[in-house]
């Protein structure tokens, strides 16, 4: 195995991908999300790609931008969120989205990750998430074209568990604080959501880190085995980092004015 993972550029990072390939994509919203290999992978002109990420970014924001471009073929992640071209391209027929619990999108992907190929969860059990009919493609009219099938349900210690599959992806894009030249990373704050998880799903993961420096073991959070190539961003890169909302309500009448 390659010691140095680190690579100069972002179309070396990105060598090997393809139409049609999938990609793990780290991030909660716009908050850890890899900026610089997303737009690398616009650049590519990759098309009808399959994408796993907890959600699919924000109009004209993260993976917002290949969904715009119509790049994007298959989703599966938690919510639409605010994402008003998701929304559109969903229920318009352009695009298959597969939903699914948050929590059993992060255990699917660390599964795949840990050779797990399956696994029992309460979570969904009595709803069209195991029992089947979730729209996965509509007609263009909004009528259902394809629907989810039902799940296996098993009963342990007299209480109902559906069955979900491990995930695995041809890619994983990530983006950490500080990594080092043998893939080992740091996530910081809430960027420690969906990255680690995705980074163990993909054949072959990326990391974009904001600093390459050595690593004291007992602070690392994703260990190298699980990093084939490693990014170092520019300062310029590091600290452009989006905000997907500045405020969440409107301040009160006479706040923020100066007489």
């Known amino acids: 195995m390659r010691r140095d993972k680190v690579v100069a550029t972002p179309e070396e990072a990105l060598a090997g991908a393809r139409d049609g390939a999938s990609f793990a994509v780290g991030g909660f919203g716009l908050s850890g999300i890899p900026n610089v290999l997303i737009r690398a992978l616009y650049d590519s002109g990759v098309t009808g790609i399959g994408v796993v990420s907890n959600n699919c970014g924000v109009d004209g924001g993260g993976l917002g931008v290949l969904l715009a471009a119509g790049r994007i073929a298959r989703v599966t992640a938690s919510y639409i969120g605010d994402n008003k071209e998701f929304a559109r391209q969903y229920l318009g027929g352009e695009l298959e989205v597969e939903l699914t619990p948050q929590g059993s999108l992060a255990e699917r992907l660390r599964a795949g990750g840990a050779g797990i190929p399956a696994f029992y969860t309460p979570a969904g059990v009595g709803t069209p998430v195991a029992d ?3 729209p996965l493609r509509h007609h263009p009219d909004g009528s259902v074209a394809v629907a989810s099938a039902p799940k ?3 009963e342990f210690d007299g209480r109902p568990y559906v069955l979900e599959h491990g995930i695995r992806t041809d890619f994983a894009l990530v983006r950490a604080a500080k990594g080092d030249c ?3 990373l740091v996530f910081a704050k809430a960027a420690r959501n969906f990255n680690p998880l995705a980074a163990m ?3 072959i993961t990326v990391a974009e880190v904001e600093e390459l420096t050595e690593l004291d073991p007992d602070e690392v959070h994703l ?4 990093v084939q190539r490693v990014l170092v961003l520019t300062r310029e890169q590091a600290a452009d980092k989006a905000i997907e909302k500045r405020t969440t309500s409107a301040p009160p009448a006479g706040e923020g004015t100066v007489s």
């Open 182 to 184: 043998y893939g080992n």
């Open 152 to 154: 296996e349900v098993r």
């Open 223 to 226: 260990p190298g085995v699980f």
């Open 201 to 203: 799903a993909g054949r």
């Open 132 to 134: 089947g009919g979730l």
